[in-house]
Structure formats: C-alpha cells, structure tokens
C-alpha cells in the first residue's frame, strides 16, 4: 500500500463534523457541525454532560464511526479515505474495553499486538515494556475479569499503546474508578506521554481532572462546541470567584453595601444559622479583592468575623454556558 501522510503540525484537524443516527423512525443528531483542531503534543480534554456527542466525537476521529459530512485529518491521514492507516497511528481506549474478561492479561496484549502486526518478539518486548510501566508485571497470567478496576484500566492504556502510537485517544479512562487508582491512572499516562512526545485526546467527566491537567479544554453540548480555550481562560470569561464576607453584627449590612468596590459585580446576602449575616459577592479576582475590601470596610466601621474566597470552577462555566451543572450529572 502507497505510503500517504501528509505531514502537519495538527496532530487533528476536523471541520464541520456531524454525526446523524437513525433509530426506528427517530433520527438523531448526535454530532453537528464540530471543527478541532489539535496540535502535536497538546493534552485536550473534551468535557460536557451525557450525551452531548464527545464519545460519538471521538470514535469519528479514530476513524471506528464514518461522520455522516464534514472531513477529518488524524495523525496526518484522512479519516474516511485512510481508515486504516489512521488507526495504525493512533491508540484508542474506549469506554470499559478489556472486554475478554475470561481471557489472560498476557493474551490480550498478544491480540492486541497481532491485530497491529506487530512481529512476535518485538510484541513480547513491548508488552513486558508496557506490563512494567503500568505496574502490572507479574500479573500476565491472571484473567481479566480477576484484575481490579485500576488494574484493568491500566491494562486498557498498555493495548492502546502497543503500536507506539504518538497520539493517544482516551474515553472516559477514569470513571468508576476511586480517587487513589484515578490519580495512580493519571501518573503513569502522563509520564509515558511524556517520555513518548504523545498528543491526547480525552474526555472525562471530572473536572477537576479536567481542570488540572488539560492544556485546553473543548466544551461540548448538544453536539456542538460551546467553548474552546485553556482551563484558566474559560474560567477567567465565564465564571466569578465568590467572596463570602461574614459581619460580626447585622447592623453593619446598609453601611457594608454603600462601600463596596467597583470589582464586585454582584451581591447575595444571606442569614446564617447563628443569625450573624453574609455578603456573598461576586468578582473576578477574589483573592487581590479581599485585603482593599476588609481595609474598607473597616473604615466604614463595619466588623468582619471571617471572609472565605471560592474561586471560579469549570462548574460554574459548565453552568453559566448551558444553565446545567455539570457535577450534578456526574454524580
Ligand atoms: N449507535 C447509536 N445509535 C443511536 N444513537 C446513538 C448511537 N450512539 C450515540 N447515540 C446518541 O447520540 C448522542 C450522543 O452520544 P455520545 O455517546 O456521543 O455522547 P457523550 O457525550 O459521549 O455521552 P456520555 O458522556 O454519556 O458518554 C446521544 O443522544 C446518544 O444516545
């Protein structure tokens, strides 16, 4: 077969993807119209509630789904007309995969191995390579179904990197998985992405996973991208940082809310259990507003018992874009 990578800086460049199903009479518009582009090296997290099309996204880009219109060049090659070449280059780990429960840790990375091709002995270095740098050494002749489900998410990371992909498309790693495998998931994809010069794609539906490590991050509702930009960007232009102010008495409420600064955009007060008031307030740079905020306050006589800043979270983006929350979904 005649050799046909276009050589580009993207390790994915997508325009106008959609994606429409039918079923029975009801047709589906799963994907509609997403562009992406994704640079070599670049960590993008594709986050956005259930069925908001970012599985249906990502199997289009790993070339297992043909998109219904719109193009998409992955690792140089054309998904519709390069099917093949596209998954010899890339590594996918879809949603659950390990799916031989019955089969043994080290006969999955053969198959594995033999449906890239790869030689026998080269697989075997590999796998040994990969069992060792996923902490899963000694465990080739257990079955699937006996690993735990870290362990089994990490044997999902070792198949798709057994061809040495250089981009890395991986779907929902971590869900169902405690905090402790998560972050143990975390510190071995990011280290061998790094040792390995890899791009990845994911998605997830923890933010905060979202939110600390994603270089960029693709919100995506309804089948269309609300918003692409880094965590601190979306956070900074659709999301406030909340600074609670609690007032040592009630009386002080009138004179605090004639002396507040021009950086807060909003105010709620509320009652606590204690019947002491709060001033919860909105603004861009909670903690730079704190210390001009409580120097002001003093001069206007009011005493402050205690202030607390909540800083902007993909949350609050997810929120203020679609009116959903994307934390109540997860849980
Ligand atoms: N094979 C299919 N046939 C019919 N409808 C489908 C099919 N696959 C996905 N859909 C529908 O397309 C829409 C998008 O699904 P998709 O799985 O891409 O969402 P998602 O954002 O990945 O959701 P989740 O976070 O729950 O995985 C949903 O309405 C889903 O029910």
Redesign the pocket.
């Known amino acids: 077969m005649a050799e046909s990578v276009h050589r580009t800086e993207n390790a994915i460049r997508a325009r106008g993807l959609t994606k429409t199903?039918r079923?029975k009479k009801e047709t589906?518009e799963?994907?509609k119209g997403v562009d992406l582009e994704v640079k070599q090296g670049e960590l993008v997290a594709f986050l956005?509630?259930?069925?908001?099309?970012?599985?249906?996204?990502m199997r289009m880009l790993t070339s297992v789904l043909s998109p219904t219109s719109g193009t998409a060049e992955v690792a140089g090659c054309d998904v519709v007309r390069e099917p093949a070449q596209v998954r010899a280059r890339i590594g996918y780990v879809g949603?659950g995969n390990a799916g031989g429960y019955s089969y043994r840790v080290g006969d999955e990375l053969r198959n594995q191995a033999r449906f890239y091709s790869v030689p026998a002995d080269v697989a075997r270095a590999r796998s040994a390579e990969l069992l060792e740098a996923l902490e899963l050494t000694g465990l080739e002749k257990r079955t699937v179904q006996s690993l735990s489900g870290g362990q089994r998410r990490r044997l999902d990371v070792a198949m798709g990197l057994m061809n040495h992909p250089r981009l890395l498309f991986l779907?929902?790693p971590t869900t169902g998985l405690d905090p402790h495998a998560r972050a143990n998931l975390w510190d071995h994809v990011l280290r061998l992405r790094e040792q390995n010069e890899m791009t990845l794609l994911l998605?997830t539906?923890y933010l905060d996973e979202a939110d600390a490590m994603a270089e960029r991050i693709v919100l995506?509702d309804h089948?269309t991208v609300i918003a692409d930009a880094t965590p601190a960007v979306l956070k900074r232009d659709y999301a406030d940082d909340v600074v609670t102010v609690e007032l040592s008495s009630g009386e002080g409420v009138a004179a605090a809310r004639s002396v507040l600064p021009s950086a807060v955009t909003g105010v709620t007060e509320s009652v606590t259990d204690g019947g002491s008031v709060r001033l919860a307030l909105t603004t861009h740079n909670g903690p730079e507003l704190v210390p001009p905020l409580l120097r002001t306050l003093d001069s206007a006589g009011v005493a402050v018992a205690s202030t607390d800043v909540k800083p902007a979270s993909l949350d609050d983006v997810f929120l203020n874009l679609t009116g959903r929350s994307l934390r109540e979904e997860a849980a």
């Open positions: 199903f079923r589906v799963a994907v956005g509630p259930n069925g908001a099309g970012k599985s249906t996204t949603q779907d929902e998605t539906h995506i089948g």
